[in-house]
């Protein structure tokens, strides 16, 4: 692999930027199982291919995180990755390419992080300029060594404290990350919440996911739009009670199967939505 057969393969599928990190640099964020995983994917593998697809399209306020307003961005960047792993599997038919995205064991903003690819953000993402942090990362793993010399490691953020500051919850004070402090967690988690949690989702403006340490990030005052039409067009911003009331988890797929909202089923959006319209009345 080249640097120049490889920016013509992800720049061709839309990617922003690509970069790549020996795969020995991500194992100490990888425990047993996840190692395991990776090793049945691709045996012996060597380098870890990141690249970064910019999601970015203006739109309303709306209840649904920006993310999840257009296509699923499992189905569109698995569909380009594969892409890519296909015709690298045609320039090298003796090794193994392997996309991932979001469910692959490789923590992918480590990856990116490790392969020099944007800032590493105090709220855990990937600032990439000048698509601030609205991007969406995708791996593809093989067993080629690296052939090319290492990045240099990506740097911190400004650490202006704003995204910590702005967290409803909390989540981001005491320069950790609480998950179960984060809005983005809390409307995708299942069943009954414990009452501060509960009366966090009844307080927030969205019925699935968090965009407000992102929008107050000085890294997404002016993001560049995407030019990937998936993201752009046709976009959901907003679920009623009216549309998920007597929805089946069947009849929800059916109907929003390609968004990304969709995953979990229509239970935690009206658990959210009720929640939110409780709190409006009282």
């Not at 970064?52 to 960047?77: I, K, Q």
């Not at 993001?223 to 009670?241: A, G, H, R, Y």
Request: overall charge neutral.
């Amino acid at each position: 692999m080249n640097p120049a057969l490889l920016e013509d393969l992800f720049s061709g599928v839309g990617a922003a930027a690509w970069g790549q990190t020996a795969y020995t640099a991500l194992l100490p964020h990888m425990d047993a199982a996840a190692q395991a995983k990776a090793q049945a994917l691709c045996p012996n593998p060597g380098t870890v291919l990141v690249a970064a697809f910019p999601y970015y399209a203006p739109s309303g306020a709306g209840n649904l995180s920006r993310y999840a307003r257009g296509r699923d961005y499992h189905l569109v960047l698995g569909k380009r990755l594969g892409t890519v792993c296909g015709k690298l599997e045609t320039a090298f038919p003796q090794n193994s390419f392997v996309p991932g995205v979001d469910s692959s064991p490789l923590p992918e903003r480590e990856a990116a992080w490790a392969a020099g690819l944007g800032l590493r953000g105090r709220n855990g993402l990937v600032i990439l300029p000048p698509w601030g942090s609205w991007v969406f990362l995708g791996t593809v793993l093989t067993d080629l060594p690296p052939d090319f010399p290492p990045a240099v490691p990506s740097g911190e953020c400004l650490n202006c404290g704003r995204c910590a500051g702005a967290c409803p919850g909390g989540a981001l004070l005491g320069g950790r990350f609480d998950p179960e402090k984060c809005l983005s967690h809390l409307t995708q988690k299942k069943g009954d919440l414990p009452p501060e949690q509960a009366a966090l989702v009844a307080a927030h403006s969205m019925a699935w996911g968090c965009d407000i340490c992102q929008e107050v990030c000085p890294y997404n005052a002016a993001p560049e739009q995407t030019k990937l039409s998936t993201f752009s067009n046709d976009l959901v911003e907003n679920l009623t009670l009216e549309m998920v009331e007597g929805a089946t988890n069947r009849s929800f797929k059916a109907q929003w199967g390609e968004r990304a909202f969709a995953w979990r089923g229509p239970g935690v959006i009206r658990r959210n939505l009720a929640l939110q319209g409780k709190q409006k009345k009282e």
